[in-house]
């Protein structure tokens, strides 16, 4: 039997159903997390073998000496893995120092996890990518922007979605940005980006240990995460009814470009909606970064409904098996609505429900963790036709104010 460590098994909540798939396929699994046992979901006990409790995650000592001694009890350690983003690292530290060899290495992380050093591996894949600079003093990041021109895009070089991330319009917001991260974050590398007209197109797949696509999906978010966090808006993202080819050839080519091997992957793109000298004509489709894990949140699920499927079982075939027999049914467009909290709306929670019903898969609150890119309060739902998921969001979105 493979045994297999699960970081984090608890979040996010529905990250239970990867486990109860591998366990479902004859795997040993073993989860390690920071919240109590008594306190995790029913169905993530039922799915896991055993389950070592730390005091926290962020404790390397700790999580090393969970490690050791699932393999001092149940032998080798055939995987380890987190599907998150957050603990990419901790994850490869952990599979270095113990020789699991089934994924990403420490030396691997900077190309995986530091924006600037992902556009030589798309250059190499032939995807055009946003010119750049690292931020360094005034002067520096003034004689980047007389070549790109205001406005620019600054956030941390290895940072998380959408955290921490501006848009610097002139000279003023420049310095104001200088001296707050001068005083709060002066070790942090940043990088600096032209801006890109653009809306958010995604290539989620499941690749197989041949860097070979088993499953493919996608989605779009018409709406910048930067400012959906940064104006605390209202989030709306959906999967698309068919992924558009251009955005398969760039997913595929980036695969190979980054070596991806039995992973989940969810690669952003921008699909520019004008035309821009220095990087090409609308619609064109322009590298923005890799995230070498699914999607966030619920979006498995959204993809899901979207293609009458389960990938949490083609992932855990894939692990297992190397491959899948899971079937794919009808497509749909699976739409995204996530309420902010305090907002005035011209359709109440219950209004929305009666009207929708039909079309409803999920209805949630969303955690205070997840809920500054996705709201407060998400509904899910699917739609035969792009025109009904537009009309889907403008009740849910529209305001009194």
């Known amino acids: 039997m493979k045994n297999f460590i699960f970081i984090s098994p608890n979040f996010p909540t529905n990250y239970w159903q990867f486990c109860y798939e591998l366990k479902n396929n004859g795997m040993n699994v073993l989860g390690i997390g920071d919240q109590p046992y008594d306190e995790l979901l029913p169905e993530l006990k039922e799915s896991l073998n055993e389950y070592y409790k730390v005091d926290s995650l962020e404790n390397y000592d700790e999580v090393y000496r969970a490690v050791a001694f699932f393999i001092f009890k149940y032998g080798r350690i055939d995987w380890l893995e987190s599907n998150n983003e957050y603990w990419l690292e901790r994850d490869a530290a952990l599979r270095t120092d113990f020789h699991i060899t089934s994924g990403f290495q420490t030396s691997d992380i900077p190309r995986i996890k530091y924006k600037s050093k992902m556009k030589e591996y798309y250059q190499k894949a032939g995807i055009t990518t946003a010119r750049y600079h690292l931020v360094d003093d005034f002067e520096g990041c003034r004689k980047f922007i007389d070549e790109v021109g205001y406005p620019v895009v600054v956030k941390p070089d290895n940072g998380v979605g959408a955290s921490d991330t501006h848009k610097l319009s002139n000279d003023q917001e420049l310095q104001r940005f200088l001296n707050i991260r001068g005083s709060c974050h002066p070790d942090v590398p940043y990088i600096m980006e032209e801006f890109v007209h653009a809306e958010v197109n995604s290539y989620d797949a499941i690749i197989d240990a041949n860097g070979n696509p088993i499953f493919e999906a996608g989605n779009v978010t018409p709406m910048s995460i930067m400012d959906i966090v940064n104006d605390r808006d209202n989030s709306i993202y959906y999967i698309v009814k068919d992924l558009p080819e251009d955005t398969r050839a760039a997913g595929r080519a980036t695969v190979k470009s980054f070596g991806v091997k039995s992973r989940f992957v969810h690669f952003e793109f921008f699909r520019m909606t004008e035309d821009q000298a220095s ?123």
């Open 279 to 401: 990087m090409g004509e609308k619609g064109k489709i322009v590298a923005l970064e890799v995230n070498m894990r699914p999607c966030g949140g619920f979006t498995p699920d959204m993809i899901n409904f979207a293609r009458s499927t389960n990938v949490y079982k083609i992932w855990a075939d894939m692990i297992a098996f190397g491959g899948t027999d899971m079937p794919v049914g009808e497509h749909y467009y699976c739409a995204y609505a996530g309420r902010r909290d305090g907002k005035s709306f011209v359709y109440s929670h219950e209004q929305i429900m009666q009207k929708y019903q039909d079309n409803m898969m999920m209805v949630e609150r969303i955690p205070d963790a997840l809920a500054d890119a996705m709201g407060n309060q998400m509904y899910v739902a699917n739609f035969s036709t792009k025109e009904e998921m537009d009309r889907f969001y403008a009740d849910v979105l529209a305001v009194t104010d």
